[in-house]
Nanobody, 121 residues
Framework: QVQLVESGGGLVQAGGSLRLSCAASGRTRGVYDMGWFRQAPGKERDLIAFIKWNGVNTYYADSVKGRFTISRDNGKNTVYLQMNSLKPEDTAVYYC??????????????WGQGTQVTVSS
């Protein structure tokens, strides 16, 4: 089992920035892709970014491309999501995820508990 704990959410004005962190513990010796999903009220939970285990290959949803940056520190078992130029439509609960092979359209093996991000206009 892998446990994921997010931090860094909060309230920010439009145009501002936040950095989310997700620390993994447990069976972290396995090789995992890690990513971030988000879910706004009344909407589905969508994959917005992931990073391959090698820390090189990344994916971004069109809605965040150019504004968000995902990175990871395998020595610290931590993945980050730097969010810049935030918009009110970025308001959602953000969930960290880990899976041996993350792809769009497939739920991950492991979820974090979620952290709220609220962007005011």
């Amino acid at each position: 089992q892998v446990q994921l704990v997010e931090s860094g959410g909060g309230l920010v004005q439009a145009g501002g920035s936040l950095r989310l962190s997700c620390a993994a513990s447990g069976r972290t010796r396995g090789v995992y892709d890690m990513g971030w999903f988000r879910q706004a009220p009344g909407k589905e939970r969508d994959l917005i970014a992931f990073i391959k285990w090698n820390g090189v290959n990344t994916y971004y949803a069109d809605s965040v491309k150019g504004r968000f940056t995902i990175s990871r520190d395998n020595g610290k078992n931590t993945v980050y999501l730097q969010m810049n130029s935030l918009k009110p439509e970025d308001t959602a609960v953000y969930y960290c995820a880990a899976d041996p092979y993350l792809v769009v359209g497939k739920g991950p093996d492991y979820w974090g508990q979620g952290t709220q991000v609220t962007v005011s206009s």
